[in-house]
């Protein structure tokens, strides 16, 4: 471990407030990490071993029972040793480190004895039933949690499982997570002895994986030193100019920040709050995306200023005397404690300006809320400790009910979309992409319910999230009140209805791959796909980027005609004379009416017309009393031989997206041939679609009525029955 993770920071400015209890100074991670990375790279022992744990965990915990710390240090420190790091030094540094990481962080004796034995399952002879006989159960937990799986085992499937593995834990406790996070950051402060083909494959998974972790946790102070542990990795010549900029800031005469937080002070004073104002230098990933951003860096761009409180109402008191006594910027005020954000975190966040033109930004919040804001759940204890009353009683938790209240929504949904992860390396890849969505919605459900879901979520995610796999019936959504697209991206406070449809074997359009911006969503939808893959002879003509569409899709797209609000039937096309038989004329040319389109084996009645051709209409079609008057020659006419046959069809339905695509799909498998399509535009959530469809055998008509039925979203199908045009047919 560095000497100067291990060395007490002076603390920053402070403003005289109550008297307040003194003790020890408290080590400032985020000042250790920045000297780490600023200062040579000294080792050294770790003082008086876990004395130095004791105290940090005094200083949150004064009453804690230190006797399990104690134990603990003597099972790891027997077990290791013997065991150097590839620093050189003695490994039982290594769990004494991250014990102090997170003794420094507030975390309660449980969890400190778990990380000083988070390694001896692992490494040593240790077992778990050891664990568990001389710690208890929760302990046991713990350790088994941060357990790697063995490659001899798993093979290159290792580290994706032991993540899934460690995820699953942090389900049921998220101290596993916890001890994890300090453990790479202790890796990572040390990563310098390892070939740089390692430390970049470390640095890039924790990246991916623990950064966004710690910041869905809430962690900041591990988060913020791992960010820049990981850019001094894969961006060297990046973080050399980042460092570069700092020195030279440091090195200057002058500060805004301090000149910014003393008038602060004499504003709060005169004011009678009770504040303390803090310098929070920003740490190097923070400098970098600032001066990518700004341009030229100038010095109050280089750390915000921290007021901290007692209680949440002086929180707007202090808004309020800074915004009448300075120049406050009003586009950068936010207010995280009214709304905090998914990860536990309270703030205000307002920036104020002087006549030179410097801004400072503002962070102010209770001293309960910076502790939350830097600790995260590490701050929030044992979540299944009972209630002081309950434990009054004696009564202890059980361990099935060992599920945390405080988890968090997108951790549960990790938990549901893992189970489904149909492999190691769908797993893996879902998980680095769910984890870099790293911000939440919460949308509401018309009951009052809500529904947390990763920023940019579309209402196909919300369909899965709350209907699982039942999802595959949706044909539609409301969003605020207003019919919407099932690829319509929800914002942060809507109300979103789903509408189902009825047909328990609906299924999941290919295209919504495309909307799914969700995990559980995306594998549900791939799950299906994979057990109903395309037919054989629906493959090869089209690429797999066209999301599932058919042919027949792009056909009827290609040739649907704008909609008008009425059915335009296709002019009258000649048939062959062995589907009609025209009893008194053999001879004669037969045309089926392009208004009623009869099909095998409708009741039909034939009308001579100009040029001998003998039009046939359906019995009930209502041209044919209209002909009738006008005095056109009846003709007597059968049916001949049924092979093929034109029909228009009339479909209702819901509006969803991509229906068009599947109803046209559902013909094209049963042989159907579309003509032509026309779809009218939707009123009051419902949509008429009119083809004109050429079958190979009239037999086959039944049978396609009933597939467009079963699209989800059609609730009716059936022949067109067209008004007859005002003037009469040419004679």
Not at 225 to 248: K, S
Not at 671 to 688: D, F, K, M, N
Request: charged fraction near 25%; hydrophobic fraction near 40%.
């Amino acid at each position: 471990m560095s000497a100067e993770a291990t060395n007490p920071a002076t603390p920053g400015p402070v403003v005289p407030s109550a008297p307040r209890r003194r003790s020890r100074p408290r080590i400032d991670l985020r000042r250790l990490g920045r000297a780490a990375l600023l200062g040579p790279a000294s080792r050294g022992r770790l003082p008086d071993a876990i004395g130095h744990v004791v105290e940090a965990h005094r200083a949150h915990h004064p009453d804690a029972d230190l006797e399990p710390l104690h134990r603990a240090y003597v099972l790891a420190e027997s077990s290791h040793r013997g065991q150097m790091r590839k620093s050189g030094e003695p490994y039982i540094t290594h769990p004494l480190a991250v014990t102090l990481i997170l003794a420094e962080l507030g975390a309660e004796t449980t969890a400190l004895t778990a990380s000083l034995l988070h390694d001896t399952v692992e490494d040593t002879d240790v077992t778990l039933d050891q664990v568990g006989e001389e710690f208890g159960a929760e302990v046991r937990y713990l350790v088994d949690g941060v357990t790697k799986l063995e490659k001899v085992d798993y093979g290159a499937a290792a580290e994706p499982e032991t993540f899934r593995k460690m995820l699953v834990a942090t389900g049921n406790d998220v101290r596993v997570m916890s001890i994890k996070l300090a453990d790479r950051l202790h890796n990572m402060r040390t990563l310098g002895v390892m070939r740089p083909e390692k430390q970049e494959r470390i640095a890039k998974v924790t990246r991916d994986v623990l950064i966004p972790l710690a910041e869905r946790l809430g962690v900041q102070a591990l988060k913020t030193e791992l960010e820049d542990l990981v850019f001094a990795i894969l961006h060297p010549e990046e973080y050399q100019h980042t460092r570069e900029l700092i020195v030279d800031n440091a090195s200057r005469a002058d500060d805004p920040l301090a000149e910014f937080a003393e008038a602060m002070r004499t504003v709060l004073r005169d004011a009678d709050i009770q504040a303390e104002v803090l310098i929070r230098p920003r740490h190097f990933v923070s400098v970098h995306r600032t001066s990518r951003k700004r341009g030229r860096m100038r010095g109050a761009d280089f750390g915000r200023l921290l007021v901290l409180v007692n209680e949440d109402a002086d929180c707007y008191a202090v808004l309020g005397e800074l915004h009448t006594c300075m120049t406050p910027v009003v586009s950068e005020f936010k207010d995280f404690i009214a709304v905090p954000k998914f990860n536990l975190y309270q703030s205000l966040h307002t920036a104020v300006a002087r006549e030179d033109g410097q801004v400072a930004e503002v962070l102010i919040r209770t001293h309960q809320m910076h502790k939350v804001a830097e600790a995260g759940v590490i701050a929030l204890g044992n979540p299944y400790t009972a209630p002081a009353e309950e434990q009054a009683r004696g009564r202890v938790p059980a361990d099935e009910e060992r599920v945390d209240p405080t988890r968090p929504g997108w951790l549960s949904r990790l938990l549901d979309w893992q189970e489904a992860a149909p492999d190691p390396d769908t797993f893996w890849s879902t998980l680095r992409e769910d984890l870099a969505q790293d911000r939440e919605i919460t949308v509401f459900r018309p009951d009052g319910g809500t529904l947390g879901l990763p920023d940019g979520a579309t209402c196909v995610d919300a369909a899965y999230a709350q209907y699982g796999e039942d999802a595959h019936a949706c044909i539609g959504a409301r969003v605020n009140g207003r019919l919407a697209t099932l690829s319509t991206v929800l914002r942060d406070g809507d109300t979103v209805q789903l509408l189902m449809g009825q047909d328990p074997a609906s299924e999941p359009s290919r295209e919504w791959l495309e909307h799914a911006h969700t995990p559980a969503a995306r594998i549900a939808i791939q799950r299906w796909l994979a057990t109903h893959p395309v037919p054989a002879e629906h493959e090869g003509a089209e690429p797999a980027e066209n999301s599932g569409a058919t042919k027949a899709t792009k056909v009827a797209e290609a040739t649907a005609r704008p909609a008008t609000g009425t059915a335009t039937p296709d002019a009258p096309v000649s048939r062959p004379g062995a589907a009609i038989t025209v009893v008194d004329r053999p001879e004669a040319s037969v045309r089926l009416a392009g208004c009623c389109t009869p099909v095998p084996f409708d009741e039909v009645t034939g009308f001579a017309v100009r040029g001998g051709v003998v039009t046939v209409h359906r019995a009930e079609c209502s041209a044919v009393a209209r002909m009738a008057d006008a005095g056109r020659e009846e003709v007597d006419v059968r049916w001949g031989d049924t092979s093929g046959c034109r029909v228009t069809l009339v479909a209702e339905s819901f509006g969803r997206p991509h229906l068009l695509a599947d109803l046209t799909e559902a013909m094209a498998l049963e042989g159907a041939e579309i003509v032509s399509a026309t779809v009218e535009p939707p009123s009051q959530q419902r949509v008429r679609h009119t083809y004109t469809v050429q079958l190979p055998d009239a037999g086959h008509l039944p049978t396609l009525l009933r597939a467009m039925r079963n699209v989800p979203g059609v609730y009716d199908v059936g022949r067109a029955q067209h008004h007859a045009p005002a003037s009469p047919e040419p004679a």
